[in-house]
């Protein structure tokens, strides 16, 4: 059975920082590249980061560059995304997901990807 499991969610007060972690579990997880997204209430999915496979590189969405880390640990099969400098707005459910592919580009947040997890909320006060 695959599964992606999130957590490392939480209350947090703003400019505080969390590690999410993603579990994968049911697939080879060394073949496939992993992006977090999230989703506040009343919006729409956005896309937080992505790391490849093969090379371990990243890339942000500008609203997180400079504040959150994606880094992966193969021998694991964990995914963890840093969130430091936490903000009002960074309030959503974080969620990740994973596509097979070993380079990444710039379109990742457009990939299909083929599994996802149910997601950790992070909730973050002024």
């Known amino acids: 059975e695959v599964q992606l499991v999130e957590s490392g969610g939480g209350l947090v007060q703003a400019g505080g920082s969390l590690r999410l972690s993603c579990a994968a579990s049911g697939f080879t997880f060394d073949d496939y590249a992993i992006a977090w997204f999230r989703q506040a209430p009343g919006k729409e999915r956005e896309g937080i980061g992505c790391?490849?496979?093969?090379?371990?590189?990243?890339l942000y969405a500008d609203s997180v560059k400079g504040r959150f880390t994606i880094s992966r640990d193969n021998a694991k099969n964990t995914v963890y995304l840093q969130l430091n400098s936490l903000k009002p707005e960074d309030t959503a459910v974080y969620y990740c997901a994973a596509v097979i592919r070993s380079a990444i580009g710039t379109a990742w947040h457009k990939y299909e990807y083929h599994y996802r997890g149910q997601g950790t909320q992070v909730t973050v006060s002024s």
């Open positions: 790391i490849a496979s093969s090379d371990g590189r990243t």
